[in-house]
């Protein structure tokens, strides 16, 4: 899809988006403020604007009149831009507050992962599984070989494969698919993690189907299983697919899904249910990518140990007591049959080894997939989901914590907090004079609720302009109705009841803000702790490596404003998006990969946070917007005096509204 | 069980037989004539002697007047010796036949296995599958090790095993074992072929189960599934049962298993039928040992090709296809369960490689397990049951075949052919001057059929009392009613109707002959073939070693009267039972075993006699009573001579029966 160009007026300020976007999204990202409080439902009625040139697409509203339609008025959240376009919005659905825009667009962190040229140009592109193509001779009454040793000697003398195993399923089918095509085969070989080991012949199949070579790479999230169908031929993904992890439904996080599987027959169900869902998404990737079940000979997973244990039926309950020992670290190959995956017999499974009981697979899989594991920059990697893990190191030491950040950021905790789902307000501006705001959910539906990331936005913006201070408290003198107290607590009204889904106003109070302030807080100290105790300190860390679901979404610049992250320069931060997915990926496509996991996380030192002294202090410290220290965000600093002088201004030459 | 001496009057003959024995048997082994046609079942009634002293015990027959019983008359059959007892045979029932009598007792042959303490004195005591008990350290708040790390590091630094590997449903139990007796557990430990392969843990269990490892050992034969529960740390066999396979039902030879096999759902039938038997065996097994399931670590196994085939599922058409390809002869260890057998899941299972389509396991672990792998003397190996293989050669080379010698030795092609059951007679003699038989059945029982070693024992006499001659052709001149002409064909009536089960008369004829000198034939002439084809001949022969279900019964002077065998001197001949048993307990006692055989099945070079062209001419040469050239059996040559004398005398001094 091309990309097209919006300007809007009367600021002029132009912003490059995606062909099709609306003009809300748009004004979002151009930092172009227009009042509207539905989610971009076209209930509220509130977003109009005037297209003045170019084309664009989009249902009319009857929230405009046939006469205004005629001058080019629509609801900014119903229209889609088609081509370049000059939007101007009227004085009534916002003011000008160009002042306030920001320069960059907002997403700063570059994506990067490694790509899969790099891995061949450098020698690293050696599948787990291979396809090598032979044309046996057949037996004759000269040569009475058996099957299976005339496969053998033949990779051994023309492929200079040694030392292969061949397992009883396979030594089944050998009789007949020789014979299919006159002993021309395709075998499927499994590598060892060492070279020392043995490869395994899992696959025959008659004719050459070398060309068909395909993995599954899953990432099992407490909250979501990704998974990816990777070409292990070309090295692409051909399709991709999240699901909901069904053992949502038994709780929302490790531990009460821990307390399910005590219960009797409580494992079997926790593990049946999340292979329920990773053949929900298997059946979604072979439907997508049009790949045939029989080709796909490997399936490699990552998790966090709960999940993974849970994944392979482990007793996971002494995870959450003390001494908070996970079974193993290291869990051997195995069919992915045995399991209760859809797959084929032959298919190996792979799963990332952990650390300890709170730093898991899907971290290992980060600081793999990611290439931390090779860097020599002192990196800080954060994975920020349903929990919260930090890493700090480089190729020479890694040390890593698990931060108990709690919920807050899959709006856990949260008055109307809710997941990344339809209805969930992910974007939020606010009129800094008005204080109405902008907001804009997912799926552009009516509001249900607050995401995560929509929730950093709004406290962020919130503390930008100046209605909370850097306790997360409401300016009480503030003049507008969208701030008031309910039950003894301070609120702001994100949308009223008219234009929600629930019949009820949505707003954020002072303890949502307090708990995402303790949430941040938490990760904040985590690093500190971690470089700490290393002898570093935030300003040596030279690049910071962003992963997780929630990471996708998060803006960067205003996960600083709260003191999520570090105040860094943007060019410092990667953002790698699912690296659990990514390293589970890579995992398929370069043994290296699996031989090297093993060093990499025997040198990865856990910390436990709750025992490391310097960690209370640092955690309190952090229990403000953005720091106790500010100083310590030297340009966030500068620009809060400098935005906070124009909002003054601004407010002081407008009256108060009715 | 003490033995007691049984002395015959008037021949004044004395044997030694275990106490509880039936005089009628005694009689038989030490070669004294007692008529008898009913096989022990007290129907006859003319088996009756004279207890003249000695305890003996047994039911009074109905047949026997009170006032002769007051003689001491009773019948032989029916009376069981309790002490040494002197027993005088009336001459209704006998003639003098000293003349006749063999010095020795019938089995000449010396039993001889490789004994557990020589396996331990040559440090070769290395079950395949080991217990080890440590105390582990449990965890705390100052050490998180994982469990299956802790009790990694535990055996790597206390009991110096590197490299080990711990499956998944090992890890599954380790939590919840681990805890149960405070981190105290037995580990099971299956070692690896060769030493530079890991070693894996198979199975945990809380406390110290050390004193508690068992093996079974399976030989899955075309006829009988034999199986025995091997004390792994005395190295003792606690528990022996055989059974028959239950393939049986589907056809008695392996081609038409084959065949049955390829039918839709054949194999899958034939698989489900023989792990059935197994279990069966199993069963026995446990009640008789007394042992519990849940320690017992291995399973060995030994069959031929097709057995092997259809015990593991593998498609055996092929076999039986020119070019006569097995699909392999190498198979790796695998679980016990997955082929369906009622063990635990953690149980190994092994299976002894083959030669070749028809040179099999059961071979394979003959060769082991009877030692011929290690001697230096050139050794016969004859294995004689449904089919008969035989290999040549000593520690340095081994030549091998099957040989086409059909069913008559299981009572295959013979008229009144029968397995070795209740019922038939396994035993005869015959009264060289009436022509009168003496008969005894398994299990003492009316006769219902002969089996195998019964019809070598049979043709044997019949041959060296001149009843029939060098061709298997009846004496037309003899005068008995025994002897008649039936259909155009000359039998000799071993059982009238009235004393059989089968309301027949049981008879022999010149056919059931012809295919037991054919059935012969073929296994004399496939050694002399394979000694020829490596330059030898039967004179080079340092020692025979005999193995099978049927070479337990066989009488090895009758065998070689007949020449099945080759004449040598019967310390020469080494009876080892069933080898095939005897291999697969090996391999279960000694990783030794497991280490070599590949190697040694490597070394067997497998002959297909039917492409061997000096094969044909043997054969033809073999078809004689015992041989063409009947120079090849000097000693036999002389006795026939001498005897054939003594009975012309005797006759001669006889008027022909009435």
């Known amino acids: 899809m091309s990309n097209v160009t919006v300007t809007f007026l009367p600021s002029n300020t132009a912003i490059e988006v995606p062909q099709g976007e609306s003009i809300i999204r748009a004004a979002m990202a151009a930092g172009v403020h227009i009042n509207a409080s539905c989610g971009g439902d076209g209930v509220c009625g509130k977003c109009r604007v005037i297209v003045e040139g170019g084309q664009v697409a989009g249902e009319p509203s009857e929230r405009i009149s046939a006469e205004d339609r005629e001058k080019g008025y629509c609801l900014a959240c119903k229209t889609l831009v088609q081509g370049d376009v000059t939007v101007r919005v009227p004085v009534e659905s916002t003011i000008d507050t160009s002042a306030l825009q920001r320069k960059a667009p907002r997403r700063t962190a570059s994506v990067q992962q490694i790509g899969f040229e790099e891995i061949k140009q450098q020698g690293l592109f050696l599948p787990a599984v291979e396809k ?43 009789p007949t698919v020789f014979r299919e095509q006159d002993f021309k085969v395709t075998v499927t070989l499994a590598r060892p993690v060492r070279s020392s080991g043995k490869t395994q012949i899992i696959h025959v199949q008659a ?99 709960t999940m993974t244990q849970l994944l392979l039926a482990v007793e996971p309950r002494y995870i959450r007591r003390s001494p908070y020992v996970p079974t193993a670290t290291i869990y051997p190959p195995f069919r992915a049959t045995d399991l209760g995956v859809d797959l084929d017999p032959h298919v190996t499974a792979l799963v990332y080894p952990q650390v300890s009981s709170y730093v898991g697979g899907d971290i290992v899989a980060g600081v793999m997939g990611s290439g931390m594991y090779r860097t020599e920059k002192l990196t800080l990697f954060m994975d920020i989901g349903t929990n919260a893990e930090v890493v700090v190191g480089n190729k020479d030491w890694m040390a890593c914590a698990a931060c108990s950040a709690g919920p807050a950021f899959e709006g856990g905790g949260i008055q109307f907090g809710m997941r990344a789902a339809k209805g969930a307000i992910e974007d939020f501006s606010i009129d800094p004079e008005t204080l109405e705001p902008m ?114 979404y998060v803006d960067l610049e205003r996960a600083m404003i709260i003191g999520l992250l570090p105040e860094v320069e943007p060019e410092k931060v990667i ?6 997915l990514l ?26 946070l709750s025992e490391t002294p310097s960690y209370y202090d640092n955690y309190i410290a952090a229990l403000f917007l953005p720091h106790t220290e500010v100083n310590q965000f030297p340009k966030l600093q500068a620009r809060l005096t400098e935005r906070r002088a124009l909002i003054a201004k601004a407010r002081a030459n407008k009256p108060s509204p009715p």
């Open 207 to 305: 004719g050459d189907t070398t060309a068909q070579n395909y993995a599954v790479a899953m990432d099992i999230g407490t909250t979501t299983v990704f998974g990816q169908l990777v070409d292990l031929v070309s090295g692409q993904a051909l399709a991709e697919h999240g699901e909901f992890n069904g053992q949502i439904s038994y709780g929302e996080d490790v531990i009460s899904r821990i307390m399910f599987a005590e219960k009797p027959g409580g494992l079997a169900t926790m593990q049946q249910v999340v292979i329920a869902t990773v053949n929900k998404v298997l059946g979604y990737l072979l439907k997508q990518s049009k790949v045939s079940r029989e080709n796909i000979s490997l399936i490699t997973f990552a998790g966090n140990t």
């Open 439 to 552: 907001i804009v959910t997912i799926g552009n539906q009516r509001p249900k609720g607050i995401c995560g990331s929509g929730l950093i936005t709004m406290v962020a913006t919130l503390f930008e302009t100046g209605v909370i201070d850097n306790q997360g408290k409401f300016d009480r003198d503030l003049k507008t109705d969208r701030i008031r107290e309910n039950n003894n607590v301070y609120e702001y009204v994100l949308a009223y009841r008219e234009t929600t889904q629930i019949d009820r106003d949505i707003t954020i109070n002072e303890i949502d803000i307090d708990n995402l302030i303790r949430a941040k807080g938490a990760i904040y100290s985590g690093c500190k702790t971690l470089l700490k105790e290393v002898g570093m300190s935030m300003e040596n860390v030279e690049q910071i490596i962003l992963a997780g679901g929630f990471g996708s």
């Open 583 to 608: 390293g589970a990926r890579m995992s398929a496509l370069t043994n290296s990969i699996r031989q090297q996991v093993v060093g990499v996380t025997n040198m990865m030192t856990n910390f436990e």
């Open 132 to 174: 090598i193509y032979v044309e046996l001779t057949p037996p004759d009454a000269q040569d009475h070989l058996p099957d299976v040793t005339r496969l053998v000697n033949h990779l051994r003398l023309h492929h200079n494969e040694h030392g292969l195993e061949v397992e009883l399923p396979v030594i089944r089918k050998i």
């Open 575 to 580: 953002y790698v998006g699912n690296s659990s």
